[in-house]
C-alpha cells in the first residue's frame, strides 16, 4: 500500500500562489491515476485535480485555470501549482493515488489511497 507524503502548505494571501508536492513510497507509475482532494472545514472532501499515467488532467470547475498538477514519475512526485488562491481555496489538501482507471478516467473518490493532507490557509 502506498505511503503518500504531502507538503508545501501554509498561509497565502489572497491572489497569491502556492506550491503543493506529495512523494510517494512506491514507483507512481503503477499508479494509473493521481489526483488532489480538499476538505474545508465543515464540508465534504472534494476532487480537484486529477492526473492519469499519461499526463491527461481533469480539474474541478472552481480550480479551473488557475490550478495546474503535474507528476514527475521519475521522482515519485505528485504537485499543484496554485495560482490566484482565493479564500475559498482553503482547506486541508490531499494527495491520492489509484492503481486503476473508471471508464477510462480517474474521476470519483473510490479505490484511492490517501495521505495525510497539508493545509493551506489563504486570507
Known amino acids: 500500500h502506498v505511503q503518500l507524503v504531502e507538503s508545501g502548505g501554509g498561509s497565502v494571501q489572497v491572489g497569491g500562489s502556492a506550491r503543493l508536492s506529495c512523494v510517494g513510497s512506491?514507483?507512481?507509475?503503477?499508479?494509473?491515476?493521481m489526483a488532489w482532494f480538499r476538505q474545508a472545514p465543515g464540508k465534504e472532501r472534494e476532487g480537484v485535480a486529477t492526473?492519469?499515467?499519461?499526463?491527461?488532467?481533469n480539474y474541478a470547475s472552481s480550480v479551473e485555470g488557475r490550478f495546474t498538477v503535474s507528476r514527475d514519475n521519475a521522482k515519485n512526485t505528485l504537485y499543484l501549482e496554485m495560482n490566484n488562491l482565493k479564500p475559498e481555496d482553503t482547506a486541508m489538501y490531499y494527495c491520492?493515488?489509484?492503481?486503476?482507471?473508471?471508464?477510462?478516467?480517474?474521476?470519483?473518490?473510490?479505490?484511492?489511497?490517501y495521505g495525510q493532507g497539508t493545509q493551506v490557509t489563504v486570507s
Open positions: 491520492a493515488a489509484r492503481s486503476y482507471t473508471v471508464l477510462g478516467g480517474c474521476e470519483g473518490s473510490q479505490g484511492y489511497a
Open positions: 512506491e514507483y507512481t507509475l503503477d499508479y494509473n491515476c
Open positions: 492526473i492519469d499515467m499519461f499526463g491527461n488532467t
